[in-house]
């Protein structure tokens, strides 16, 4: 597991937390995400755990509860921060995260990874998409204001198509993160100059390969 972003994606990170509250959901004992998002302007971070946070850092204050200790998102913040949530069932952070007004996710869900559960990423899927950037080692998501959806149905009335993250995260089987990314890319990403194709080609286990390799074949790209 990794939580740090690289420097492209704090980048674009900042300006969704700089000078709001943001709630670190599930912070993990050494705040390691919680100071980075001072760092990155953050007017204040409340570090939220389950287990006792001894440790200080400035602008956080910290917070041993368990989710399902709250009624909702609380009031005083603005984001809600959450790295690499266990993969099982959380009713309690769903709860929490349904009221938030943004969210930011950083996880992974291919190559072996697993965080997150489905009623998660449904409700991510439910949810308008603001950034998406993805990496080997960590996807970053932002997502912002609810999508129109009917409760009669109980169904989102303009679907939008998930990004790779999501995708795979959605999936019975494990994927690679490049078969991710390739199922859920668009027609102009797929068109990239074949040197660079080839170049992640060559990089990818056998069967990952031979996958592309056939959509590549489909799409006219011999």
């Known amino acids: 597991m990794r939580s740090r972003l ?11 937390v700089v000078h709001l509250t943001v709630y670190d959901l599930g912070c993990g004992p050494d705040l390691t995400m919680a100071s980075e998002l001072i760092d990155m302007g953050a007017d204040g971070v409340v ?5 006792p946070l001894r440790l200080r850092r400035r602008g ?9 200790e709250f ?4 009031e005083d913040g603005d984001v809600a921060f959450v790295s690499w949530p266990i993969n099982a069932p959380n009713p309690g952070l769903i709860r929490m995260l349904d009221a938030a007004p943004i969210i930011v ?3 992974k869900n291919t190559d072996g990874s697993a965080c997150g559960d489905r009623a998660l990423f449904k409700l991510f899927m439910g949810r308008k998409l603001l950034e998406y950037m993805p990496s080997r080692e960590n996807c970053l998501i932002i997502y912002g204001e609810k999508l129109p ?12 198509d998930p990004v790779g993250e999501e995708y795979a995260a959605l999936q019975s ?6 078969t991710a990314e390739w199922r859920t890319a668009s027609p102009q990403h797929r068109t990239r100059r074949k040197d660079e194709i080839v170049e992640e080609l060559m990089s990818m286990p056998s069967r990952d390969r031979e996958d592309i390799v ?7 790209g011999r």
């Open 60 to 68: 956080v204050r910290t917070m041993q509860r368990r989710f399902d």
């Open 173 to 178: 089987e494990m994927l690679s993160y490049h």
């Open 105 to 107: 996710y950083i996880g």
């Open 71 to 74: 009624e909702r998102f609380p």
């Open 214 to 220: 056939t959509r590549l074949q489909k799409l006219g």
């Open 149 to 160: 959806y009917d409760r009669v149905l109980s169904e989102v009335l303009t679907p939008r």
């Open 47 to 51: 570090a939220v755990d389950k287990e």
């Open 6 to 16: 690289s420097h492209e994606q704090s980048v674009v990170l900042a300006p969704y």
